[in-house]
């Protein structure tokens, strides 16, 4: 299968789930806290790549009005993040070992109110019971971003501006929250172009194409992905 631009009356097939799966499977092979399921873990990932692709194809074939341009870069960039934060959360699975909550908060005492230096303060006391079972603690991705990075558990060649990187995507991932603007010039029209969306397959194709995956430069899976310069 490959990912030739077609004409938009032509029917677009991606790369089959089976493939993703099998693709996918050389670094998801083994269960790790957090992931109940990898088969399911998988075809997710997978389902998401092939809107990934499809979504590459539109934007190469089609003459969209332009918001609908800008809105399809979004959608690349939360779509193309949701891989990323999946893929990441395995990887630090997978390689290190996760934090562990072992107490819980059963219950907290507070003061009264009381001018101390100018202040108005309390104090607060918390109860907590130890679990009889250790649970493992929520992570989320700016944490899984500074956590993949500090411990090398990627590739050197990955991880050199992937901080960087994804720490401007992830900005860009939580503007799904509508509701979550700075100000007058804080739309969607003025954050997503062609720039994010180069930037996140970039970024993708880096993970993706690493030696985690054992990827073969001869297969072209990853083609939808790949820039003039990969």
């Known amino acids: 299968m490959n990912n030739k631009e077609r004409s938009s009356d032509e029917f677009y097939c991606p790369v089959s789930i089976s493939t ?25 990932l997978g389902y998401n790549l092939q809107h990934l692709e499809y979504l590459d194809n539109l934007l190469k074939t089609q003459k969209l009005h332009a918001s609908v341009r800008t809105l399809t870069f979004k959608t ?17 699975g997978k390689k290190s070992k996760r ?19 100018g202040k108005t303060t309390r104090i607060r006391n918390t109860i907590e019971v130890k679990l009889l079972k ?6 989320d991705l700016s944490e899984m971003i500074k956590t993949v ?25 939580n503007k799904i929250h509508i509701h979550g603007v700075d100000g007058s010039w804080d739309t969607d029209w003025n954050s997503f172009s062609e720039k994010e969306w180069y930037l996140i397959k970039e970024v993708l194709f ?11 430069k001869n297969d072209n ?8 310069t990969n």
Do not use: A, C, H, Q
């Not at 993703?20 to 873990?41: A, E, P, Q, T």
């Not at 990955?158 to 860009?172: H, N």
């Not at 880096?206 to 073969?216: I, K, P, R, T």
């Not at 899976?221 to 003039?228: A, C, G, V």
């Open 20 to 44: 993703w799966r099998r693709f996918l499977g050389n670094l998801i092979d083994k269960d790790v806290s957090g992931v109940k399921d990898l088969y399911s873990f998988k075809s997710n």
């Open 76 to 92: 690349f960039v939360v779509f193309g993040m949701s891989v990323m934060e999946g893929i990441l959360f395995y990887v630090i």
């Open 99 to 117: 934090k562990e909550i072992t107490w819980t908060e059963d219950f907290v005492f507070t003061s009264n109110f009381k001018e101390y230096k």
């Open 134 to 139: 250790p649970t493992i603690k929520p992570i």
């Open 149 to 173: 990075v500090n411990k090398k558990l990627i590739p050197s060649e990955v991880s050199g501006t992937l901080y960087k990187d994804l720490s401007e995507l992830r900005i860009l991932r």
């Open 206 to 216: 880096g993970l993706l194409g690493s030696d985690l995956f054992l990827y073969d």
């Open 221 to 228: 899976i990853l083609n939808f992905l790949m820039l003039e």
